[in-house]
């Protein structure tokens, strides 16, 4: 065999493993189990997901929205050499009792629940860095996270897609530009929210956003705002967003660079809410649920040298 042979099927080995990603189930404690992604068993960093709203589970996907975007994106980072932990919510293992009882969740939980994944992890001997990041309802998750002062470990936060405002205004301008004559309706249970009081849901509409059940976690929800909450951080801070998010707005981007005093946020142009690059609102609407369609490179380039850094 030639010299030169041999020094190609090296090369083409090593490239191999380089790209060679493994999923390892990790147990965090009783309610909290995850993936870690990775290519390199003796990794000394990893960065840690919280997912978006609602029944998300770990790889970014829910009942009929199954994207694979967080899954796609820690497969890609992992091959960068960017160990990439992300996590299913506790609702996960509570809703499997018949007993579970919606009205006994709140957003304080997935604080709690971050925090145990990120003490986990920084207890870890070979873990030297930790890094944490958001996306959308994830990325207030991990500001609030990010300003612990028990994390001696951290040495970064990303925000992908969140929001800049409380989650109440957020509420009325999106549902109000979907159906402007639920508005009105919105805007008083979201007032109502806000003074931490529930109610008796007359317009059944608006079930599936306000029902009786879930307004305990509204209110602990809607208390928090991002802009204020990404300012406490002192971490370094990266703050990403797609332009054609239908969700999230490039301008709650600029508010939250404003807010965290970073230069600017990295826009990525044709980046949707589930990480992909679309050409049409066709195209952005059926990405939701299209388990093959890869997400932005220009994502991942971000967060890799963020984490580089």
């Known amino acids: 065999m030639s010299k030169f042979l ?14 060679s990603v493994s999923q ?3 147990k965090i404690n009783d309610l909290i189990t995850g993936t870690l992604f990775s290519n390199n068993a003796n990794y000394n960093s990893v960065l840690i997901v919280s997912v978006g709203s609602g029944p998300t589970d770990r790889f970014g ?12 994106f820690a497969e890609e980072l992992a091959k960068k050499g960017i160990a990439v932990f992300s996590y299913d919510k506790r609702f996960f293992v509570l809703a499997k009792n018949p007993d579970f009882d919606e009205a006994a969740l709140n957003f304080e939980d997935m ?8 003490l986990y992890f920084q207890q870890q001997q070979q873990i030297k860095k930790i890094y944490l990041l958001g996306h959308s309802e994830g990325a207030l998750v991990m500001s609030v996270t990010a300003q612990d002062p028990k994390l001696t470990k951290l040495r970064g936060y990303v925000s992908l897609a969140g929001p800049a405002q409380a989650a ?47 307004q305990p976690y509204l209110i602990s929800w809607l208390k928090y705002n991002p802009s204020a909450e990404i300012a406490k951080v002192t971490a370094p801070i990266l703050i990403v967003q797609g332009t054609a998010d239908l969700q999230v707005p490039t301008s709650d981007a600029n508010l939250l660079a404003t807010a965290a005093k970073v230069d600017k946020p990295v826009l990525i142009e044709k980046m949707n809410h589930v990480l992909k690059i679309v050409n049409s609102q066709e195209e952005n609407v059926a990405s939701y649920n299209d388990q093959t369609k890869a997400i932005s490179p220009e994502l991942i380039s971000a967060v890799f040298t963020f984490c580089n850094k």
């Open 61 to 72: 996907n829910q009942y009929g929205a199954e994207s694979n975007s967080i899954k796609f």
């Open 111 to 118: 604080i709690t629940d971050a925090k145990a994944v990120a």
């Open 6 to 19: 041999k020094t190609a099927l090296l090369l083409c080995s090593s490239l191999s493993l380089a790209q």
């Open 24 to 26: 390892t189930e990790i």
């Open 168 to 214: 109440g205004v957020l509420l009325v301008e999106q549902i109000a530009k979907q159906a402007p004559f639920l508005r009105e309706d919105v805007q008083k249970a979201v007032d109502k929210l806000n003074k931490g009081e529930t109610f008796k849901l007359e317009n059944q509409m608006l079930a599936s956003i306000f029902r009786e059940s879930v």
